[in-house]
């Protein structure tokens, strides 16, 4: 079977090996002619980001980038990221890089054109109409590792410095108008990257797929996305090389992202505020909340995520899955708790707070409150 496509949901996505070799005509396919190329500081030097710089000059499309990102980028590194777009006069993004480079380059090119502050467009609401639609720079996404999604996503994910707290800025067109999913860009990720990345990709799966709201599109993604990552993950864990591995790793991530337009849960719900308080790796924090909210919804999703291991080929139903759950952390060297995470003496109070409100609350499957997720983030722990 040969793992090379196009697709065109939920944008434009060109799917294969060496197909970063098509960036500058994607660039000029969403009708760049400047672009700059926003990645983190540990990609910025890398052969694979040179190489890319290297076919946009060539292609006489400069020779940009912008690389001020933080693993968890704020307002600082996207007010500086529109500034240097501002001087450089450039007309698009090329969002290069894993979720911190993705987000903040999508963030650049949805707030370059804008008058009003950044936090007017969180993700409460109808508060994305008040920006300015036609003035939203085009963005070509480039993943390098397989787990956010952001690639596909209509929002980016972006701490507060000064409340270290994660929002959500959200608009229709912050969607990339082409991808490049290249998995040979992927070869280098180191295995705790490989298994952070590609657990996030499975809790987006597991969180869509448990959410009450409705939408079977997105439910049939998840599944199947749940499936690759069982099958694929071990191999592009056990061998970086694995090109098919990488491959179907980076479809899981992309249907995980494309999925969770059903909802999110209590996993992201604790995860983005411990990660924005305590720098901890999202995907990684993730596959620690996991186990503990399986059990949190075992009564909304028992026979939902027995409905699961039939498809995914375990036994035991519920109980079964989460046994799989604790045996994939494990064989990844997944912490188990959240102090092993390196967690230490939390705020419980302020962690209670910011997860009950994050937006992904609303789409877990057990209403959370201020006691019961006191208890689940005291199991986490």
């Known amino acids: 079977m040969s793992l090379t496509a196009n697709w065109s949901y939920p944008t434009a996505i060109r799917f294969g090996a060496g197909r970063i070799s098509e960036i500058a005509d994607a660039c000029k396919a969403a009708g760049m002619q400047k672009p700059l190329l926003i990645t983190d500081r540990g990609l910025a030097n890398m052969d694979i980001t040179s190489k890319t710089l290297d076919l946009l000059e060539a292609a006489g499309l400069g020779r940009a980038i912008f690389s ?5 980028p704020n307002e600082k590194n996207a007010a500086a990221g529109v500034r240097a777009f501002k001087d450089g006069d450039h007309d698009g993004v090329v969002a290069f890089g894993g979720g911190s480079g993705l987000d903040l380059g999508k963030l650049v090119a949805f707030q370059a054109g804008q008058t009003r502050p950044l936090w007017d467009f969180e993700d409460i609401g109808d508060w994305w109409t008040r920006a300015d639609s036609d003035a939203i720079a085009p963005i070509v996404a480039v993943p390098t590792t397989a787990g956010t999604g952001s690639e596909v996503g209509r929002a980016s994910v972006i701490t507060n410095s000064e409340t270290e707290e994660k929002k959500i800025i959200f608009h229709p067109r912050i969607l990339p108008s082409v991808v490049i999913c290249d998995p040979e860009l992927t070869v280098g990720m180191p295995q705790f990257i490989t298994a952070g990345t590609g ?4 809790a987006h799966c597991v969180e869509a ?4 709201h409705y939408h079977p599109m997105s439910q049939g993604m ?17 061998d970086g090389t694995d090109i098919e591995a ?3 790793m980076m479809s899981a991530a992309a249907m995980g992202a494309t999925a969770f337009q059903k909802g999110l849960g209590a996993i992201h719900a604790l995860s983005h505020p411990i990660g924005a308080i305590y720098h901890t790796h999202h995907g990684t924090t993730n596959a620690v909340c996991m186990p503990a909210v399986l059990q949190f919804n075992k009564p909304a999703i028992t026979s939902v995520l027995t409905r699961a291991a039939d498809y995914l080929g375990i036994d035991g139903g519920f109980d079964g899955f989460c046994a799989y759950v604790d045996e994939l952390n494990a064989s990844l060297s997944i912490p188990k708790t959240l102090t092993e995470l390196g967690v230490k003496n939390p705020d419980m109070d302020r962690i209670v707070a910011d997860a009950l409100r994050d937006p992904s609350t609303g789409g ?5 409150t201020e006691a019961n997720t006191r208890a689940l983030l005291q199991a986490c722990l």
């Open 199 to 202: 657990l996030d990709a499975f």
């Open 209 to 212: 797929f448990c959410s009450p």
């Open 364 to 368: 877990n499957p057990v209403e959370m």
């Open 246 to 248: 990488r491959a179907q």
């Open 68 to 72: 001020d990102v933080d693993p968890n």
């Open 222 to 238: 998840a599944l199947e996305g749940m499936r690759l990552v069982k099958e694929y993950l071990p191999r592009a864990y056990a």
